[in-house]
T-cell receptor
């Protein structure tokens, strides 16, 4: 079945450090890929998405590229801020099927000043 | 434009009781998804409603059920509560027919079962 494997956390970084959170997936067909962020005490917010191979999603300085050949969708940011501290979820959805999201386990990011 | 809303925010119940959670999708969205975020288990798909019908359910027992109303709002019912039902329950809505299947999430209802 479809699945998402995500880098284990927690990840602790200093402000302005470079961030990478690895995400790989297993899926039949051509899934859409997403990164969601969950700030403390809140629900999920869509951070970025990519709907086909080689697409790059970007938002708020975060980027991720849909790599079909490596079945990956790694999240990167060049310079993290304390306000980026949150849990990040990688997810996939098979377009045209149920559209349900299959999530990775989440990665807790803690950015220290 | 208002986002997805959920009520109540928090809920405390005891084992064996029943609970109803509510979700109002974004205006114009016709599909509603329910997810459970339990500690240590991550986010799990529960149910999908579209145009008033249950379209798909995840690997949960039948005591998890729900419905969708003509205005596209939705209820999630959980009967015979068990301790492991303690979780954050998230509702998401989607614009039906879109090929980009982006789901918008509500803030969630935190259920504690004692």
């Amino acid at each position: 079945g479809n699945s998402v494997t995500q880098m284990e956390g927690p990840v602790t970084l200093s402000e302005e450090a470079f961030l990478t959170i690895n995400c790989t997936y297993t899926a039949t067909g051509y899934p859409s890929l997403f990164w969601y962020v969950q700030y403390p005490g809140e629900g999920l917010q869509l951070l970025l998405k990519a709907t086909k191979a080689d697409d790059k999603g970007s938002n708020k300085g975060f980027e991720a590229t849909y790599r079909k050949e490596t079945t990956s969708f790694h999240l990167e940011k060049g310079s993290v801020q304390v306000s980026d501290s949150a849990v990040y979820f990688c997810a996939l959805s098979e377009r045209g099927a149920t559209n349900k999201l299959i999530f990775g386990t989440g990665t807790l990011l803690a950015v220290q000043p | 434009e208002a986002g997805v809303t959920q009520s109540p925010t928090h809920l405390i119940k005891t084992r064996g009781q029943q609970v109803t959670l509510r979700c109002s999708p974004i205006s114009g969205h016709t599909s509603v998804y329910w997810y459970q975020q339990a500690l240590g288990l991550g986010l799990q798909f529960l149910l999908w409603y579209d145009e008033g019908e249950e379209r798909n359910r995840g690997n949960f027992p039948p005591r998890f059920s729900g419905r969708q109303f003509p205005n596209y709002s939705s209820e999630l019912n959980v009967n015979a509560l068990e301790l492991e039902d303690s979780a954050l329950y998230l509702c998401a809505s989607i614009l039906g027919g879109t090929i980009y299947n982006e789901q918008f999430f509500g803030p969630g209802t935190r259920l504690t079962v004692l």
